[in-house]
């Protein structure tokens, strides 16, 4: 069964996400997984896109965003839309929406901050984990 982990961080600032997000896209492929982050908009899979090639010095995590020629052999993939079938190991949430394809994935991995707005989103994707049959577990970082 899906593992639905929310990582809730101290921080308002919406940048923390695009951190964390990169923190965890890291560990996971380090562990050798397939990631899948869905971002808000296009503009947000862009500069995520640009974030990862800095985020850290001491390593490199090759990825590509969806739709792109390269996004077929990479492990790391970065699209603004639901993902395609091809995608069944972790998925990244940044989007305001839960994920719809949540029983193709073996984890999913939503970040929340503190922001008003952002804790809303987030009960609200708790909630539909919920009464998928999910058990969420819950980080406060």
Same mark, same amino acid.
């Given at each position: ?40 908009? $296009? ?23 969806? *739709?792109? %020629? ?10 603004? $839309? ?10 990244? *949430? ?21 922001? %008003? ?12 984990? %919920? ?11």
């Amino acid at each position: 069964m899906t593992q639905v982990s929310f990582y809730s961080l101290s921080s308002t600032n919406s940048d923390a996400r695009m951190h964390f997000a990169c923190r965890l896209t890291e560990k996971a492929y380090s562990l050798g997984h397939r990631v899948y982050i869905q971002a808000a908009s $296009t503009e947000q899979a862009r500069s995520l896109d640009e974030l990862l090639w800095q985020f850290s010095p001491s390593s490199f995590i090759p990825h590509a965003v969806a *739709n792109e %020629k390269e996004s077929e052999n990479v492990s790391v993939v970065i699209g603004h $839309t639901p993902p395609a079938e091809e995608h069944q190991d972790v998925f990244i *949430n940044l989007a305001s929406q839960a994920c719809e394809s949540h029983s193709q994935f073996s984890r999913i991995n939503e970040i929340i901050t503190a922001d %008003k707005e952002s804790l809303q989103q987030g009960r609200l994707r708790y909630r539909f984990y %919920k009464e998928q049959g999910y058990q969420p577990e819950t980080f406060k970082l």
